[in-house]
Each structure stands twice: as C-alpha cells, then as structure tokens.
Nanobody
Framework: VQLQVWGGLVQAGGSLRLSCVVSGRISSIADMGWYRQAPGKQRELVATITGGGSTNYQDSVKGRFTISRDNAKNTQYLQMNSLKPEDTAVYYC???????????????WGQGTLVTVSS
C-alpha cells in the first residue's frame, strides 16, 4: 500500500489543491487526513475525513481549506484557498487502510510535499 501526494508553489491569497492517491491491494479505507510540518515545528493535524464523509479541521484553516475524498478512486483532496505565508509547510497525507486479506486497519503516510506560500 502506497500513498502519493502532489503539491506546489503559490502566492499569498492564492489557491492550491493537494491530491493523495492510495494504491495497492486494498480492501477498504477508513479515516483519511492531512497533516503538515513547518520548519522547526512539530507535525500538526490539518483536516480529517471519515469514511462516511464527516470532516474535522484545525481552527486556523477553517473556512479556507476543504477536505474531500473520492472513494471510487481511493483518493483524498485538500482544497486550500486564501493561502497565507504561515501555511508554508511540508504536507503529509494519511490513511487508515485495510489491505487485501487483512482484518485490521493500519496507518499509512504519503511521502510529504512542500507547499510554499510566497508573500
């Protein structure tokens, strides 16, 4: 099971959408989420989404970021609007995955992608 994520560079006030695809022999995916780590800081939760579509956001991104998922494509997205320089960080995607012929869920992480918001 692998997670692949794509990010980019954007100016302050701009928008960017992150995508994360879960690939491999998968039976099901439960919660999915996005985390970020800024230089010199600990990794923090940005947003999560359950298998049923319930969402949760860090206070600093509420109203600006939207998490969503496409279960048919095993993909989650993070639409980021009104970006600020303080949103600059390495963004990681996470998914709780039950692999084929496995009866439990495991945490998987993407490789991280740098999002730079220039002022």
């Amino acid at each position: 099971v692998q997670l692949q994520v794509w990010g980019g560079l954007v100016q302050a006030g701009g928008s960017l959408r992150l995508s994360c695809v879960v690939s491999g022999r998968i039976s099901s995916i439960a919660d999915m989420g996005w985390y970020r780590q800024a230089p010199g800081k600990q990794r923090e939760l940005v947003a999560t989404i359950t298998g049923g579509g319930s969402t949760n956001y860090q206070d600093s991104v509420k109203g600006r970021f939207t998490i969503s998922r496409d279960n048919a494509k095993n993909t989650q997205y993070l639409q980021m609007n009104s970006l600020k320089p303080e949103d600059t960080a390495v963004y990681y995607c996470n998914a709780k995955v039950r692999a084929y012929l496995q009866s439990w869920y495991e945490d998987y992480w993407g490789q991280g992608t740098l999002v730079t918001v220039s002022s």
